[in-house]
């Protein structure tokens, strides 16, 4: 009963659901959102216990594909007073991206699909307890674990580190395919060697013995596709903007993932440009925060308007130019 106020963020999708608003024509082409703009509701009329006369606040989305989250997101880390030219990525099953200044900011969403949460590899999980979120082969044991516990799986972060050690060791070549035994023998350590194995017919390496934890071939396509989108999309947005790679001074890294991440096995996969080699500063729950500030001062909402005002969205599904980045971004 003490809670007056309360602010909503997520993805477009997300809000639709929270409002009870109907979000099929989200994902049928033209894929137009019912609303995009800020809404505000009784709490109660949503079933939300807290005082009577409280109100849920959503802040405003771009589009279908870019959210209420990637807005709090742009509140968090400040980009939308800089002068200075900044990129801001949220790297999930969908990766929002935003490239521009305090002038003017560009657009776009990429579906990087769901490796870089753990979905569809092989032993993938989230960022939960036990989750196998850094890998070394240079070390004993080579992962660690979220919470040193015993693994559970591994999760996007320990995916990304998996592939760039294999890459390293030659073990996986620049188009992704991994090499078996007998490719390798007398190139990599006996050590090594013993974890290269099949698994269910194909090619895997293994990460943790007791738990039978391995990367497979299958799961090294499917981060390709992953890093391929993000890469794709970082590279389409810099040429509509007519900048270059080389001009961007902060990229912020914002969600879970970033938090994980180790920006060398970034660099290793091109998941991210090299020219963005010590500009990237991890915001961790920029969502959250942006919420937060929006809580904390009154015009932040108003001064999102403002910023959406300044806002050019580019949608891929239709970019011949995305597809051919993305294709040429699929190799290592």
Do not use: W
Request: with cysteine; glycine share 10%.
């Amino acid at each position: 009963e003490n809670i007056y106020d309360i602010v909503l963020v997520g993805n477009t999708t997300m809000l639709h659901l929270a409002a009870c608003i109907p979000c099929k024509q989200i994902a049928i082409f033209p894929f137009r959102p019912a609303f995009t703009s800020s809404i505000k509701i009784k709490a109660k009329d949503l079933g939300l216990k807290s005082n009577p006369e409280s109100y849920i606040i959503t802040l405003p989305s771009v589009s279908s594909y870019i959210g209420a989250d990637t807005m709090a997101a742009i509140l968090a880390c400040g980009m939308h007073k800089d002068k200075k030219i900044s990129l801001l990525i949220d790297i999930g099953t969908y990766g929002e991206i935003v490239l521009g200044n305090a002038d003017k900011m560009i657009c776009c969403s990429t579906a990087a699909g769901p490796a870089f949460e753990g979905g569809r590899i092989t032993f993938g999980t989230g960022g939960i307890r036990g989750a196998i979120d850094h890998i070394d082969l240079k070390k004993q044991p080579i992962y660690s674990t979220i919470g040193n516990t015993s693994p559970v799986g591994i999760c996007g972060s320990g995916v990304t580190d998996a592939v760039a050690e294999l890459l390293r060791y030659n073990i996986v070549d620049k188009t992704g395919r991994m090499k078996n035994q007998g490719e390798l023998k007398g190139k990599i350590t006996e050590d090594l060697l013993k974890k290269v194995v099949t698994y269910e017919g194909i090619n895997a390496f293994v990460i943790d013995e007791k738990t039978s934890i391995v990367i497979t071939q299958a799961d090294i396509r499917e981060l390709q596709l992953a890093k391929a989108a993000i890469f794709a999309g970082i590279q389409v947005l810099a040429d509509k903007a007519s900048i270059n790679l080389e001009e961007i001074e902060n990229v912020y890294l914002a969600g879970g993932f970033g938090n994980f991440l180790d920006l060398n096995s970034a660099f290793t996969i091109k998941l991210l440009p090299q020219e963005f080699e010590g500009k990237v500063i991890p915001i961790g729950n920029g969502a959250g925060i942006g919420a937060k500030i929006v809580l904390s001062f009154e015009d932040a909402l108003s001064l999102l308007n403002t910023i959406l005002v300044k806002m050019e969205y580019i949608e891929l599904s239709t970019s011949q130019e995305f597809q051919e980045k993305f294709i040429k971004a699929i190799n290592f």
